[in-house]
């Protein structure tokens, strides 16, 4: 019996141990191949399969292209119809009129090149060209900073290329085409030549909200704005596709679906970036920053810090697509060459990422807002924050800074009073704006605090002339428009201690300060009473003045058209 278990579980003499009854040379080749198939996959995952999906999306994405540019075909026809009748009507309705009165639409054909910028292409031929510029930018109606960028360059790109067609993708279907470039005129004092420029509609524009998607937000918008990229392609097809809001998903579609389409992105605020991602540890610097600090903790902290490395990613791959990028800051230039840089590298775009500040109504404020000793006289102890109410923008910080001045009891302490200007886009910051009122109670500062929604720029500028400081508490404030024009009308800015406000605009002119930097609410109340209580203030104003002409209109219009020009290149 023993015998026979014993000889039952003895190795076959005519094979080696662990041979698994296999040829000692098919042995060694299954062996190689066992392991050598960690590296086989991880090759055909790196390289492999990206090429499988490049060729499928772009057979795929071609043919849906193809489809969409024949399905737009007609309202492409319509568009230029339109316009040239438009522009016959125009200039017949401006034919009577002095030439005082018609100078300015004159100028749309005879244009200062130095201002204007040139081209490399032969300027006369450049000019003629006639194509459709497509502007995605579907809540052109906010009036905001990046409103007034879509605006100026719209305005710059109408005055280069006269016969262009210019697009706008937006979802504000309560307003006309006359009273958004009447709102235009009201709001940032840019006039729009009616006659070149279309509306088209997006339906599609509730999936890149963030009430959409209370989770995943930044990948739900993200795949939001794909939804509402093929809605925008549906309707129209144009010859260059421009995105000034940060959809950066949309041009990567483009692209897919359009490979020869020339894009251009212009950047205020990248949609991940290093410092969000170090801001989910509370270890970090910037672990106390944002809305989302903090938050990277435990293991809900743990996911989201994989799904937002993931996201970044994707976004990376997204903005190298792009043909021509430009972004309102040195901030945010150095965070999106960090993180679209690599692969665009890779892919061989041969534009550089460029910084193209925002257009500030500079000269404008500078003729309606005089700074000398006798309107110093005229200043009072206002306080003013030009900001749209957005979670971001932290006006809490601010009114809690205002609060904690304000208990100080100095002489400037109880004059100062804050004002908060501000656009009301939706339910959403109507809701912000009522709580804001609440915590203005709470801290008992009712009498010193004035709320002035969607105000014309005629009274921004009204506030400016009388007011003395200009506040900003964002933390990482991609660039900061209101801030400019703090320092054109000559207020003192005290601005939070980061991003495009404290790197491009609250510097120093000829070693001295246009201002001061703050973090917490006590650095803040601190920075208003030295602003409130400088014993020579007009000084400061004359440099904030002159620090604010590096961000003039005209600077955005030369840099912005030297960017497209790149774009009709491609086109001629």
């Not at 006006?395 to 501000?422: D, R």
């Not at 002119?509 to 020579?536: I, M, Q, R, W, Y």
């Amino acid at each position: 019996m023993s015998d026979s278990s014993g000889s039952s579980c003895a190795v076959p003499s005519q094979h080696a141990p662990f041979s698994f009854g296999m040829e000692p040379k098919t042995l060694a080749f299954t062996a190689i191949a066992i392991a050598c198939t960690p590296f086989a996959l991880l090759i055909c995952w790196n390289f492999f399969l990206p090429i499988l999906f490049r060729i499928f999306s772009h057979t795929v994405g071609s043919t849906l292209g193809w489809y969409l540019r024949k399905l737009t075909d007609g309202r492409r026809s319509l568009i230029i119809r339109t316009t040239t009748e438009n522009e016959a009507k125009f200039r017949e309705s401006k034919a009577g009129k002095d030439s005082s009165n018609s100078s300015d639409d004159e100028g749309w054909e005879n244009i200062d090149g130095s201002i204007l910028g040139t081209s490399g292409n032969g300027e006369k031929g450049d000019r003629d060209w006639d194509g459709i510029v497509g502007f995605f930018h579907p809540f052109c109606n906010a009036g905001g900073g990046g409103e007034r960028v879509l605006w100026a360059a719209v305005r710059a790109t109408q005055m280069r290329w006269p016969n262009a067609k210019i697009v706008v993708y937006t979802g504000d279907h309560d307003v006309s085409k006359d009273n958004m470039i009447a709102r235009v005129k009201n709001t940032f004092s840019i006039d729009i030549h009616p006659p070149t420029i279309h509306f088209l509609y997006l339906s599609t524009r509730h999936w890149v909200l963030s009430s959409t998607w209370p989770h995943m937000t930044l990948l739900g918008q993200s795949l939001g704005s794909l939804i509402m990229g093929w809605d925008a392609f549906s309707l129209l097809v144009p010859d260059i596709f421009i995105d000034t809001v940060g959809y950066a998903f949309t041009l990567g579609l483009s692209k897919i679906l359009f490979p020869d389409m020339p894009t251009a992105a212009y950047v205020h605020y990248p949609t991940i970036s290093t410092d969000m991602l170090e801001s989910l540890d509370p270890k970090t610097s910037v672990g106390t920053q944002g809305v989302n600090a903090g938050k990277g903790v435990g293991f809900k902290g743990a996911i989201k810090k994989y799904y937002w490395k993931m996201f970044a990613a994707l976004y990376s791959r997204m903005g190298a697509s792009v043909d021509v990028v430009m972004t309102n800051s040195t901030w945010t230039q150095g965070h999106i060459q960090s993180i679209w840089g690599p692969c665009r590298n890779q892919r061989g775009r041969e534009h550089p990422i460029a910084v193209v500040y925002p257009p500030c109504a500079v000269s404008e404020i500078e003729r309606q807002v005089e700074i000398s000793e006798e309107s110093e006289k005229k200043r009072q102890k206002y306080i003013v924050y030009i900001a749209q109410f957005r979670p971001e923008k932290n006006h809490q910080l601010i009114l809690q800074s205002f609060a904690e001045f304000v208990k100080t009891g100095t002489p400037s302490a109880k004059e100062a009073k804050l004002v908060l200007l501000g656009s009301v886009r939706d339910d959403n910051d109507s809701r912000r704006v009522y709580q804001l009122r609440l915590l203005v109670n709470e801290l008992h500062i009712k009498d010193q605090v004035i709320f002035q929604l969607d105000a014309p720029w005629s009274e921004i500028l009204q506030w400016l002339s009388k007011a003395f400081v200009g506040v900003n508490g964002m933390w990482n404030e991609h660039f900061g428009i209101g801030v400019v024009e703090y320092q054109a009308a000559g207020l003192i800015s005290v601005v939070h201690n980061s991003g495009g406000p404290k790197l491009d605009i609250v510097t120093d002119v000829d070693g001295e300060p246009t201002g001061f930097h703050a973090t917490t609410t006590t650095e803040f109340a601190k920075g208003f009473e030295k602003a409130l209580s400088h014993p020579n203030p007009l000084t400061v104003r004359r440099r904030a003045r002159l620090s604010s002409k590096r961000f003039s209109e005209e600077e955005f219009v030369k840099k912005w058209l030297a960017e497209i020009e790149k774009l009709v290149a491609m086109k001629m």
